[in-house]
């Protein structure tokens, strides 16, 4: 089997993982484990496991101009937006979740044109306008009364807020990731990740019963740590040596099908109208955004 298929599959490996995540953290939360306190969890372990695996890494240290862009990293990808993602995921369902973080792509691409002025063409716009159309049907027009799901408009914007908090993070990094070596880099991003994310979930962390914890809410909380957190990571490293940032950017239209059929596969969550409408315009302008526009060929 060659790389190119190795990474391939390291790259639906990581869509898949990130896809089950909506359902199998949110069977978690808030009964077992409150969303912030869950994030205690997932960033001490995934840290813990980026410490262990960087003694195979290169022994670097990071300079000291490198410090706040660090720390702005930080506060975005591991504290802000794995707060509101949590947060947002008790409070809503899993469909809506694989649908809404779908919108990632558009989010980077606005910011880009706000921050970086990269050019946006008209298709853009359009597929821009088309996606957050369908994110604000979810958001202003959810109904569903679910005990699991309290209050779903504020849990669906939350969601998108992870969006707009990770897209930043993306277009912020790049410099670390082309001068770090990954293993060096994660590790000390996630170690202020612990800091920053202590003030808001220690209470809840404490709250956890421990030793009533069942064992499917313990697998639940592995798999996070483990799956969501530390192995996607490596997926998409991996995965990223042998393939183009776009071809792997195009693997993010599994992640809603396969949550979709996930969460109602084992009961979890139901479709309904303004779902599958909403999913069908996210992906529209998804697809919209992100293509890239053919070249003129001279006649």
């Known amino acids: 089997m060659s790389k190119r298929t190795f990474a391939i599959l390291a790259a639906i490996g990581a869509t898949t993982i990130y896809a089950l995540n909506h359902t199998i953290a949110k069977g978690v939360m808030p009964h077992y484990v409150q969303p912030f306190g869950f994030i205690i969890f997932r960033v001490c ?52 979740s694989a649908v ?55 849990g669906n914007f939350l969601i998108l807020m992870n969006s707009v908090f990770y897209g930043s993070y993306l277009i912020i990094v790049r410099p670390l990731l082309d001068k ?24 809840e962390f404490m709250e956890i ?43 993010v239209y599994i992640q809603p099908l396969i949550g979709i059929l996930y969460a109602t596969a084992t009961g979890k969550d139901s479709l309904t109208t303004l779902k599958i409408l909403a999913a069908c315009l996210v992906l529209l302008g998804v697809y919209l955004a992100s293509r890239k526009p053919k070249p003129r060929t001279q006649g």
């Open 45 to 96: 372990g995934a840290a813990f496991l980026f410490w262990i695996i960087s003694i195979f890494g290169p022994k670097e240290k990071i300079e000291k101009r490198d410090y706040l862009r660090m720390l702005v990293c930080a506060i975005l990808g591991m504290g802000i937006n794995m707060l509101v993602f949590f947060k947002g995921l008790s409070l809503s369902t899993p469909i809506n």
């Open 180 to 203: 770090y070596h990954p293993f060096t880099f994660m590790k000390w991003l996630f170690t202020l990740g612990i800091l920053l994310v202590l003030p808001f979930g220690y209470r």
């Open 100 to 154: 809404l973080v779908t919108t990632t792509p558009i989010i980077v691409l606005i910011l880009s044109a706000v921050f970086i002025k990269e050019r946006v063409s008209g298709r853009k716009i359009f597929g821009i306008t088309i996606g957050l159309l369908g994110a604000l049907g979810l958001i202003l027009f959810s109904s569903e009364i679910r005990q699991d799901a309290p209050n779903i408009p504020l």
């Open 209 to 251: 019963d421990f030793t009533n914890l069942p064992m499917d809410a313990i697998w639940s909380i592995v798999f996070v740590i483990v799956g969501t957190t530390f192995c996607t990571y490596l997926f998409n490293i991996f995965a990223l040596t042998q393939l183009k940032a776009s071809t792997l950017s195009a693997f």
